[in-house]
Structure formats: structure tokens, C-alpha cells
């Protein structure tokens, strides 16, 4: 089993920025890869990012290409979502996800945080 506990999430203006942290315990962190989703109201759930298991492959969804960068520290079983030039179609809750898997691209998470709110304002 692996728990994940997101949080960083807020309120923030156009243009601002925030840094989700997801922090797991349970299974040694290093053995899967992490990833980023996030629902919008009335929306599916949609990836946002992911990384490999040592941390120096990150894959990204188109629309957050140059602005949100995914990073994790092993040391610490924890995984961030640096989020910069947010816009108001980034409001959504945003989970943190663990797949065992070692797929990078479409990944397939096995284990689900409880998400954290994110709100920008226009």
C-alpha cells in the first residue's frame, strides 16, 4: 500500500504561481513512477506530469508545456508541481499519483492522493 498526501494548493491571481507537494509513505517512494492529474469541475480527470523513478525524466501534457515543472526528491518520498503563469482554466483539484509500473507516458496510476484545490482568479 501507498499513501499519498497532497498539499500546496490555494487561491491564487492570473499570472501567479504555486508549488503542490505530495508527500508518500508506505512502499519505498523510489520504486514508481509519480504523476500529476487534475479534474475541473464537470470535466474528466486529465494527466498533467509525470518522472521517472530516479527523477531526470519528467513528461508533460501539451498544455502546461513551459510553465509547470514536475521534480522529486527521493530522500525526502516526495514529489512537486512548481506551477507558474497559472490561468484561470487551471482551476481544478489536482492529485498526486504512484503507478508501479515504469512507464512515463501514460502512465496507470495504482495508488490516488486525496487531491488539493487549486483556484485562480482572474
Known amino acids: 500500500q501507498v499513501q499519498l498526501v497532497e498539499s500546496g494548493g490555494g487561491l491564487v491571481q492570473a499570472g501567479g504561481s504555486l508549488r503542490l507537494s505530495c508527500a508518500a509513505s508506505?512502499?519505498?517512494?523510489?520504486?514508481?513512477?509519480m504523476g500529476w492529474f487534475r479534474q475541473a469541475p464537470g470535466k474528466e480527470r486529465e494527466f498533467v506530469a509525470s518522472?521517472?523513478?530516479?527523477?531526470?525524466?519528467?513528461y508533460y501534457a501539451d498544455f502546461v508545456k513551459g510553465r509547470f515543472t514536475i521534480s522529486r526528491d527521493n530522500a525526502k518520498n516526495t514529489v512537486y508541481l512548481q506551477m507558474n503563469s497559472l490561468q484561470p482554466e487551471d482551476t481544478a483539484v489536482y492529485y498526486c499519483?504512484?503507478?508501479?509500473?515504469?512507464?512515463?507516458?501514460?502512465?496507470?496510476?495504482?495508488?490516488w492522493g486525496q487531491g488539493t484545490q487549486v483556484t485562480v482568479s482572474s
Open positions: 518522472i521517472n523513478k530516479s527523477g531526470f525524466i519528467p
Open positions: 508506505g512502499r519505498t517512494f523510489s520504486s514508481y513512477v
Open positions: 499519483a504512484a503507478d508501479l509500473s515504469s512507464r512515463v507516458v501514460g502512465i496507470t496510476p495504482d495508488y
